[in-house]
């Protein structure tokens, strides 16, 4: 339990933070699977633009690592145009 008002604080912080972090992850991964189960070529490319804004926006704030972002990118963009 924290001692002094900043760790109180730093506690509610931190919970805030996490709880942001998750929904952020859950809905990139969301994102990557309607992508990957897209029927067609053109709804996949249509996915695939919210999806890299998404992972650039993540990898900015330091939820995901940046060449993760990349790694993603790249992959996610071979799949939607091989549909």
């Not at 933070?17 to 990139?28: A, E, F, K, P, T």
């Not at 991964?29 to 998404?54: C, F, H, M, Q, Y």
């Amino acid at each position: 339990m924290p001692q002094h008002k900043s760790a109180e604080k730093r506690v509610r912080q931190s919970e805030k933070r996490r709880q942001r972090n998750v929904q952020d992850r859950s809905q990139l991964k969301s994102a990557i699977k309607k992508v990957r189960t897209a029927p067609d070529a053109e709804t996949a490319s249509n996915e695939l633009k919210g999806t890299v804004s998404l992972l650039d926006k993540l990898a900015g704030k330091g939820i995901i690592h940046k060449n993760k972002a990349a790694n993603l990118k790249s992959k996610l963009t071979r799949t939607a145009t091989v549909k």
